[in-house]
C-alpha cells in the first residue's frame, strides 16, 4: 500500500483508534503504539502518538495517571473518560456512515 | 545629581578602558616638555600647558563621540541635557585634574625662578578649557579625524603665532600663552589678569557652545508631547 | 546525539514554548519511558527537539491567545510626513496604539519602517504631523544604543539610573530580562558582544523602568532560532502586562497574533 497515503488515512482517524484501543482498558503510550502497529495500522511514530494522547487529554476524553512500574520507569497510563466513551460511540458510527459511502462510490467506479 | 553622578561615572569608566589612548595622552606633554627642555627652560613650561591642553581636548573629543551611541537612549530614559552634558564634563575635568598634577610636580620640582603659583593657574584653566572645547567639536564634527585635525591646527596656530596679535587672541589657549610670559619672564600683573580672563571667559563660552552644540546635535522633537501618566 | 542529550534539548525546547514546569516535565518523562521501553533512538521515534516541542506546544494550543479589552490609548501618531530630499518616505501616517496592543509595522525595505519609529521616539523630526506619548517610551534601536566599552550590568545601572531606579534595582531587573532571553549577561565590554548578545543587551535596555510604550525596530537581528521565540515571548508578555508595545517587523509570521498592522509599503508605492 502507498505508505504517504496510508500515513494520510491514519492522521485522520488515529484519535478515534486510540479511543478505540482504550475501550478495551488503561494502557500507556509505548503499549498503545505497539497495539495499534498489531492492528496492521503500520508503526506509529512516538512523534505522532503522544500529541494525539495531548489532544485527547486536553479535551477530556481521556484521564491520566502516573504508575510506577515495580520494573521500569514511572508510565502515563490513558483511561477513557466518560465523555470520551460518548465521543466515541458518536464518532464510530460516524466513521462506519463515511467508510460505507466511500465503499459505495469505489464500487460504482468499478462497474 | 545621582544622574550627573551616574553620567561621570560611565564617561570616566569609559576613558580609564581605552588604555593605549589614555597612555599616548598621558605621555604626549612630556614629549613636548623634554623637546625644548635643553635650549630653554622656560619655553618647555610654555609647551607642556599647551601639550596639556590637546591632550585633554582630544580625550574629550573621543569620550564625547564614545557616547554618542547610547546617548539618544539615555535622553529617552530620563536624562536631561545638563545630565549629559555636564556629566560627561564632570569627568573630564576629573581626568584632567589627574593628568595635569604630575606635571605640576614635574615643572615645580625641575624648574627654578618660576612662578609656581602662575604655572598652576594656567594648568587649572587648561583643565576647564580644554574639555568642553572637546566636546564641542565632537558635537560639531561628526568624525573623530576631522576633529583631531581640526584640534592639531589650532595647537599648531596657538604655538606658531605671536601672542601680541589679535589674531592669537581668539584661539581657546591664548591665555596659556599670556600667563606663561607672567610666570617665565616675571613681567607684570597685567599679562596674569588679562590671561585669566582670557581663561575664565574661554571656559564659560566653549562650556555653553558645547551645550548648544550637543542639544543641536541630539534635534528637536517639537511634534512629540509626553503626557504624564496620573 | 545521546538519548539524555535529546532529552535535555527537548527541555529546554519546550520550556522556550512556555509549557509550564509541570507539563514539560511530564512530557519528556513520558517520553524517556517510550524511548527506554521501545529501545528505538529517539530521532527516528520523534525527531528533532525542536520538531517534537513545536508538535506538543501545537496539541495543547501553546500559550494562550487571550481576548482582553484594551486598554486606555497610549500611543497617539497623526499625520506624519517624511520627505528626504525629493523622496517620500512617510505621507501621512497615523497609528493608535492601546495598553496591552502590538502594533506590527511591517513594509518593504526602504519604505520609512525605521524611520517611522525613529519620529516617534522624538530622534528624527517629520516634516509634520504628531506623537502624543502617554507615559513613559522605551525604544531598541536596530543597532548602536550601547556604549562600547561598558560591561552590561553597568549599562544596566547608568539607564536604571535614569528610570529612577537604584543601581542594584535595575542590575536585578536587567539580569532577570537578560534570563528571559536565555542571556547572563557576562563581565564583558559591550564592543566585544556578538551581534546578536548586543541586540539582547539593547533588549533589556528598553524594557528597563517597564516604560508604558515600547518602540522594537526589529530588535532580533543576530537571533538564533530559540532567542527569536523567546524575544516574542518577551513581547507577548510585556503585552498582558499592559505596555503599548510597537514593532517593526519583516518577519510576517508573527502577524497573525498582533493586535495592529501598519503597512508602510502602500505610502512608498505611491511617492
Known amino acids: 500500500m502507498d505508505a504517504d497515503r496510508r500515513a494520510q488515512w491514519l492522521r485522520g482517524v488515529l484519535d478515534l483508534c486510540v479511543l478505540g484501543l482504550l475501550a478495551d482498558g488503561e494502557s500507556y503510550g509505548y503499549e498503545l503504539a505497539q497495539a495499534l502497529g498489531d492492528a496492521g495500522l503500520g508503526p506509529i511514530r512516538g512523534g505522532t502518538l503522544y500529541p494525539v494522547l495531548l489532544r485527547l487529554q486536553r479535551a477530556g476524553l481521556v484521564t491520566t495517571r502516573w504508575h510506577g512500574g515495580e520494573t521500569g520507569p514511572a508510565r502515563k497510563y490513558y483511561r477513557l473518560s466518560a465523555a470520551g466513551r460518548t465521543e466515541l460511540r458518536r464518532t464510530a458510527g460516524d466513521w462506519a456512515a463515511f467508510t460505507g459511502s466511500v465503499a459505495t462510490t469505489l464500487r460504482q467506479e468499478e462497474r | 545629581m545621582r544622574r550627573t553622578y551616574a553620567v561621570a561615572e560611565a564617561a570616566l569608566r569609559e576613558m580609564l578602558r581605552r588604555r593605549v589612548v589614555l597612555g599616548i595622552l598621558l605621555l604626549l606633554p612630556l614629549a613636548f616638555y623634554l623637546s625644548r627642555r635643553g635650549d630653554h627652560l622656560g619655553q618647555s613650561i610654555r609647551f607642556v600647558c599647551l601639550g596639556l591642553g590637546w591632550a585633554l581636548s582630544t580625550a574629550a573629543l573621543f569620550s564625547g563621540s564614545a557616547g554618542r551611541a547610547i546617548e539618544p537612549r539615555l535622553r529617552l530614559s530620563g536624562y536631561a541635557t545638563r545630565h549629559l552634558v555636564g556629566g560627561r564634563l564632570a569627568a573630564l575635568w576629573t581626568v584632567g585634574v589627574l593628568l595635569s598634577t604630575p606635571y605640576f610636580l614635574l615643572v615645580r620640582f625641575d624648574q627654578h625662578d618660576v612662578r609656581y603659583a602662575a604655572v598652576a593657574l594656567i594648568m587649572a584653566l587648561t583643565v576647564a578649557v580644554a574639555p568642553p572645547f572637546g566636546l564641542a567639536l565632537s558635537a560639531v564634527l561628526p568624525r573623530d579625524l576631522e576633529g583631531t585635525l581640526v584640534l592639531l591646527v589650532v595647537i599648531g596656530l596657538q604655538m606658531m603665532l605671536d601672542p601680541a596679535g589679535t589674531a592669537a587672541h581668539v584661539l581657546p589657549f591664548w591665555f596659556s600663552r599670556e600667563i606663561a610670559t607672567y610666570a617665565i619672564d616675571h613681567t607684570d600683573r597685567g599679562y596674569l589678569d588679562r590671561g585669566l580672563l582670557h581663561g575664565l571667559s574661554a571656559a564659560l563660552l566653549l562650556t555653553v557652545v558645547a551645550t548648544v552644540a550637543w542639544r543641536v546635535r541630539q534635534g528637536r522633537r517639537a511634534h512629540l508631547e509626553f503626557v504624564p501618566l496620573g | ?271
Open chain 3, 1 to 271: 546525539m545521546t538519548d539524555d542529550a535529546w532529552l535535555a534539548a527537548l527541555a529546554g525546547e519546550l520550556r522556550r514554548h512556555q509549557l509550564g514546569p509541570d507539563l514539560t516535565a511530564h512530557v519528556v518523562a513520558e517520553t524517556a519511558a517510550h524511548l527506554r521501553d521501545s529501545g528505538e533512538s529517539p530521532l527516528s521515534a520523534f525527531g528533532t527537539p525542536e520538531g517534537y516541542a513545536t508538535a506538543v506546544a501545537d496539541s495543547v494550543g501553546g500559550p494562550q491567545p487571550t481576548t482582553r479589552p484594551a486598554g486606555p490609548v497610549r500611543l497617539e501618531v497623526r499625520g506624519i510626513t517624511k520627505r528626504y530630499r525629493r523622496r517620500q518616505v512617510l505621507a501621512g501616517v497615523d497609528l493608535t496604539v492601546r495598553a496591552g496592543q502590538v502594533a506590527a509595522v511591517v513594509g518593504a525595505n526602504g519604505s520609512g519602517k525605521s524611520t517611522f519609529l525613529r519620529v516617534c521616539a522624538g530622534l528624527t523630526q517629520p516634516d509634520a504631523g504628531t506623537v502624543r506619548v502617554h507615559g513613559r517610551l522605551g525604544y531598541c534601536p536596530q543597532d548602536g544604543g550601547t556604549s562600547e566599552f561598558l560591561l552590561p550590568d553597568e549599562h544596566f545601572a547608568l539607564v536604571g539610573v535614569g528610570r529612577g531606579l537604584s543601581r542594584p534595582a535595575a542590575r536585578r531587573q536587567g539580569r532577570a530580562y537578560a534570563a528571559a532571553l536565555d542571556w547572563t549577561p557576562p563581565p564583558t565590554q559591550a564592543r566585544h558582544l556578538s551581534g546578536g548578545t548586543r541586540q539582547k543587551l539593547n533588549l533589556v535596555l528598553a524594557r528597563l523602568g517597564t516604560p508604558d510604550v515600547l518602540l522594537l525596530d526589529e530588535p532580533y537581528q543576530g537571533f538564533d532560532r530559540g532567542t527569536y521565540v523567546d524575544f516574542w515571548h518577551e513581547v507577548w508578555r510585556w503585552r498582558d502586562d499592559g505596555a503599548a508595545i510597537v514593532v517593526v517587523t519583516h518577519l510576517l509570521n508573527q502577524l497573525d497574533r498582533v493586535d495592529l498592522v501598519l503597512d508602510l509599503t502602500r505610502a512608498e508605492a505611491a511617492a
